[in-house]
């Protein structure tokens, strides 16, 4: 089954889907190998990998590009994020085209004003609700199948309050969205109230030392959530990673042990190497059996 419908698919029926965050194609292998259904293209560890802070600073070409590499190295439906769709309804109509086009399955669109802020940072400002919802119609318009979903994200909640996120949630799902993506509910309580509140499937997003508090799968799984994201572990524990590794070589002069259990072959076998080596020689012609002395 191709990505996006298996995607549809396993949100409609199966356990709860949990996605963990990739911001290259390495990490999303990692996500794949290590069996996950799905992965999450982030858009804060896109950002950082491009040395920037997760303010709207990359363009919705550089989002898509990275989203494309992704797609093309594996083989599990891949959800992006697309921040604020990157204009108006007119930019939003090219941007879910675009994505649909990478072979990206699901994205989720923000109803920030753009340049957009991380969801767990305080200062954000909202467009109008009408302005939401346009754009979300826009989404839904522009996509060239209904496998392809569109995610309706609010972060009214810092800025409104519980009730408006909740209403522009159920805005955005009567505007034709596909799930709806409160983002940073401050207590088990609203995290509990969302999936009761919401005329439609909801998202989680695990943000370690975010605005919401940490609350196993299992639980979230109870409470009513189809899909859960959990964008930053990877590229946080990497920075972290990358500084105690990079401070034990300046101190020693020598090269610290890895994680990765061996030397290059065991790193280029997490990313395909076998199937390259299978096709050094497939497309070789076998020589005859007895050599051209024979065939003379």
């Known amino acids: 089954m191709a990505p996006a419908p298996c995607l549809k698919s396993m949100i409609r029926s199966g356990s709860m889907v949990v996605a963990p965050g990739a911001y290259d194609c390495l990490t999303a292998k990692l996500i794949e190998q290590a069996g996950f259904p799905a992965a999450y293209m982030t858009g804060a560890g896109t950002s950082v990998s491009h040395g920037l802070p997760d303010y709207g600073l990359l363009t919705m070409t550089e989002m898509v590009a990275n989203a494309g590499r992704i797609v093309g190295t594996i083989g599990v439906p891949l959800i992006s994020d697309a921040d604020t769709g990157y204009g108006n309804e007119l930019n939003v109509y090219r941007t879910v085209q675009s994505f649909e086009r990478a072979g990206v399955a699901a994205i989720h669109i923000e109803d920030q004003v753009f340049p957009k802020r991380c969801g767990h940072l305080d200062g954000k400002e909202l467009i109008s609700r009408e302005d939401y919802a346009a754009k979300i119609r826009a989404a839904a318009a522009a996509r060239r199948t209904d496998d392809f979903l569109v995610i309706a994200r609010t972060d009214a909640r810092g800025v409104a309050g519980f009730d408006e996120a909740i209403a522009r949630c159920n805005l955005a799902i009567d505007a034709g969205a596909d ?5 940073a509910p401050q207590s088990v309580e609203e995290v509990a109230a969302v999936p009761r509140a919401v005329k439609g499937p909801c998202l989680f997003n695990n943000v370690l030392s975010g605005k919401t508090p940490p609350i196993p799968h299992a639980e979230i799984e109870r409470m009513g959530y189809r899909l859960a994201i959990v964008p930053g572990m990877l590229m946080s524990s990497i920075i972290g990673l990358c500084d105690k590794l990079l401070a034990e070589l300046k101190a ?3 090269t610290p042990a890895t994680f990765s259990g061996g030397g290059p072959g065991v790193t280029f076998a997490r990313v395909g190497a076998a199937d ?8 070789r012609e076998a020589a005859p059996s007895g050599g051209r002395d024979a065939a003379e």
């Open 276 to 283: 390259w080596d299978r096709r050094r020689t497939a497309f």
């Open 252 to 254: 020693t002069g020598l």
């Open 179 to 183: 799930m709806a993506f409160f983002e």
